[in-house]
């Protein structure tokens, strides 16, 4: 079946770390990736995408590489502001289906 | 151009109640879907409906039931609440079919059942 598992949070850094939170799947056939983020009291904003092998997705400095042989799609930000504190989910969509796989959610909370 | 629009944004509901949630999507979205995130659950899907029919389906009871209207907008109702439905229930549109975009959600209804 299709599953998601990502990082569990929740994480916590200084202004302009490093940011990774992790992701990997499980899919019985070519999904399409994505990272999406959720403000408090917000629905889900899709952050970027990636939908095949090798693809990079790009968005506010974030950036997230559809690994096959990994079978990973870890999120990367090279300095965090205090604005991208929010929980970020990893998802998967089979390309033959419309129903989004997410994993559990990883809380980050970017302090001065 | 507007985006995923649900009402209400909050409900307060007694067990055993039943309740109906709004979606309208993005003008020319013809396909929305319903989830629902709990704190322990996370983010689980109820159902997708395209072009007025029910295309896909999660595994949630009876009680949980939704229709699409000749425009697109979406309702979804409960019947008989439970404690354990007060969640958060997003629902999302997207273009016809294509793999390639992601869906636009809506900011969320959030039910409490009491």
């Known amino acids: 079946g299709n599953s998601v598992t990502q990082m569990e949070g929740p994480v916590t850094l200084s202004e302009e770390a490093f940011l990774t939170i992790n992701c990997t799947y499980t899919?019985?056939?070519?999904?399409?990736l994505f990272w999406y983020v959720q403000y408090p009291g917000e629905g889900l904003q899709l952050l970027l995408k990636?939908?095949?092998?090798?693809d990079k997705g790009s968005n506010k400095g974030f950036e997230a590489t559809y690994r096959k042989e990994t079978t990973s799609f870890h999120l990367e930000k090279g300095s965090v502001q205090v604005s991208d504190s929010a929980v970020y989910f990893c998802a998967l969509r089979e390309n033959t289906g419309n129903q989004f796989y997410f994993g559990t959610g990883t809380s980050l909370t970017v302090i001065p | 151009k507007a985006g995923v629009t649900q009402t209400p944004r909050y409900l307060i509901k007694t067990r055993g109640q039943q309740v109906t949630l709004s979606c309208s999507p993005i003008s020319g979205h013809r396909s929305v879907s319903w989830y629902q995130q709990t704190p322990g659950q996370g983010l689980q899907f109820l159902f997708e409906y395209f072009s007025e029919t029910q295309r896909n389906k999660g595994n949630f009871p009876g009680r949980f039931s939704g229709r699409q209207f000749s425009n697109s907008r979406s309702e979804m109702n409960v019947s008989t609440l439970e404690l354990g439905d007060s969640a958060l229930y997003l629902c999302?549109?997207?273009?016809?079919?294509?793999?390639?975009?992601?869906?636009?959600f809506g900011s969320g209804t959030r039910l409490t059942v009491v």
């Open positions: 990636a939908t095949k092998a090798d």
């Open positions: 999302a549109s997207s273009s016809l079919g294509s793999s390639n975009y992601g869906y636009t």
């Open positions: 899919a019985t056939g070519y999904p399409s």
